[in-house]
Each structure stands twice: as structure tokens, then as C-alpha cells.
């Protein structure tokens, strides 16, 4: 039996600004894809695997090779470091945010958004 902010060895479970919790890697892939406006197939379709591998990689119950985590990252404009949860969030994206605008305007996909900005 587990109390109310104690795990399972009876350890205090403590989340405050002092001690966050860590993000978990599927948390960010599921809120990076959903932020992009994509669906778990449209994922898999882009990263070349499965819809169930996609599911497994949010849920936690699997994990992506490194080549196709270096992928996912580029794919998902991160770095690995953020992906996996050992960079903190960073604010606003200006061109994630424009590129998910263009792709509902146009009735496609943000991967699908190339944005080009010439100096």
C-alpha cells in the first residue's frame, strides 16, 4: 500500500521548483508531434516505422535507436539533448508556431511548411 506522496518504497515524492520532476522523453516527443499538429501516423510515416512504435516511444515502453533518435530531433526541430529531456524547455518557437498556422491555412502538415528567410 502507498500513501498519498510517497512511492511505492515509501520514499517522499517532492515537485516543487527546487526539485522538478524530469520530464520524460515520451512527454516530449508526444507534446513536440501534437504541438506540430500530427497525428501518431503521420510520425511514423515521416521517422519510416510504425504507428504502435510511435505509441510504444510516448508511452515509455520503448525507446528509438540513436540514429533515429538524432532523426526525431532533427525531424522535430530540437536538439537530442531536449528531446530526451537533459535541456529545459525553451520558450516560444516563432517558427514552429508559423509553420503549424501556414500548414492548417493550406490544409497540410507542419513538416510538410518549409520556410525560407532570406538576409
Known amino acids: 500500500m502507498t500513501w498519498p506522496g510517497f512511492d511505492s518504497l515509501g520514499i517522499m515524492m ?3 521548483d ?3 520532476q524530469r ?3 515520451g512527454d516530449r516527443l508526444r507534446d513536440l508531434r501534437r504541438a506540430r499538429g500530427m497525428g501518431q501516423s503521420q510520425l511514423a510515416e515521416a521517422m519510416a516505422v ?3 512504435t510511435v505509441s510504444g516511444w510516448e508511452k515509455g515502453r520503448m525507446h528509438p535507436r540513436h540514429d533515429r533518435l538524432d532523426a526525431l530531433a532533427a525531424f522535430l526541430g530540437v ?3 531536449y528531446l ?3 535541456a529545459p524547455r525553451t520558450p516560444f518557437d516563432p517558427l514552429a ?3 503549424q498556422q501556414i500548414a492548417r491555412i493550406v490544409g497540410t502538415t507542419p513538416d510538410k511548411v518549409r ?3 532570406e538576409l
Open 50 to 52: 510504425s504507428c504502435p
Open 115 to 117: 520556410i525560407l528567410i
Open 79 to 81: 536538439t537530442t539533448a
Open 23 to 25: 520530464e520524460s522523453f
Open 14 to 16: 517532492i515537485e516543487n
Open 18 to 20: 527546487l526539485f522538478p
Open 97 to 99: 508556431q508559423s509553420r
Open 84 to 86: 530526451v529531456g537533459d
